[in-house]
């Protein structure tokens, strides 16, 4: 509906300026028409002059009117225009924001796939025999960690089984419940009485330990480390780890025991500690 009324205004205006001037033309020069049938002191062509000025003026002031409402209607839509990009603008910037968000969060979550879980077992053998280690340890399945103290290289049997009849050992148990596989388990440190590396020397072999495998670690020794516990001679001994994810990234953790004088006690009684696992 609209359309038509367009269409039937725009003939109208078309007709009326090509009518325009033979109307005007037909009033100048009929002298009974209002207002000139009163006497005309200006000449025809003076009055022709006037109206062709008089309308140019209206056409001129109607097109300036035109051109203002253009003006605002164009400013209006480009105000909106802005306000609507500045919206979008902010939107982009909130949905930049929450996907660096969530990017981070996802590496987070899939760096934490990564990190190292080990938990105490609450499993310990003093001096266990070769007899009693094949029945108690899976040698083919979990994962040992040794720690020997005054015992060189040279030394240590050809098969780990042997160890446990050779020497005297203490084993505290853990298992990784972690999704991926700890790289080069080893301990780096020894600490008796609270005095590093006391009396001698010690070394480290390392080992790996696949996601739910046990961890048996073991420190072997030549004198009785039960009885020196028993007897109140070790009142503590604190072990520090290190290790890597799959992707190379360095770990370190460390377990204290404390020992209670317990006399003939069968096993020494003690108190075990494990720090949490940090990077380093």
Request: glycine share 4%; proline share 4%; with cysteine.
């Amino acid at each position: 509906m609209k359309k038509i009324l367009f269409y039937l205004l725009f003939v109208a205006t078309i007709i009326l300026l090509i009518a325009a001037p033979f109307l005007i033309e037909k009033i100048i020069l009929c002298e009974d028409i209002f207002p000139f049938n009163m006497p005309i002191t200006f000449s025809k062509e003076t009055w022709f002059g006037f109206i062709a000025s008089y309308l140019g003026a209206i056409g001129t002031v109607s097109l300036g009117i035109i051109a203002l409402y253009q003006n605002k209607k164009y400013k209006e839509l480009s105000d909106s225009s802005e306000e609507r990009l500045l919206t979008l603008q902010t939107e982009i910037k909130n949905l930049t924001e929450k996907n660096v968000a969530l990017i981070e969060l996802n590496s987070k979550i899939e760096r934490a796939k990564y990190f190292p879980i080990l938990t105490n077992a609450h499993h310990s053998y003093w001096d266990m025999s070769k007899a009693n280690a094949k029945s108690s340890f899976d040698f083919e399945n979990d994962a040992f960690v040794f720690s020997y103290k005054n015992i060189s290289p040279e030394e240590i049997p050809n098969t780990l089984i042997d160890i446990f009849n050779q020497y005297h050992t203490f084993v505290y148990t853990l298992k990784n419940d972690g999704e991926r596989t700890i790289r080069n388990f080893s301990c780096t440190s020894v600490t008796q009485n609270k005095q590093l590396h006391e009396h001698g020397f010690w070394f480290c072999q390392t080992c790996d330990i696949e996601p739910g495998a046990i961890l048996r670690c073991v420190y072997v020794t030549k004198f009785n480390l039960a009885e020196q516990c028993k007897n109140g001679e070790i009142e503590s001994l604190s072990f520090k780890y290190e290790m890597e994810n799959v992707i190379g990234e360095r770990f370190e953790m460390a377990t204290d025991l404390h020992f209670i004088p317990s006399g003939k006690n069968a096993a020494p009684d003690y108190m075990m500690e494990i720090t949490p696992i940090h990077r380093v």
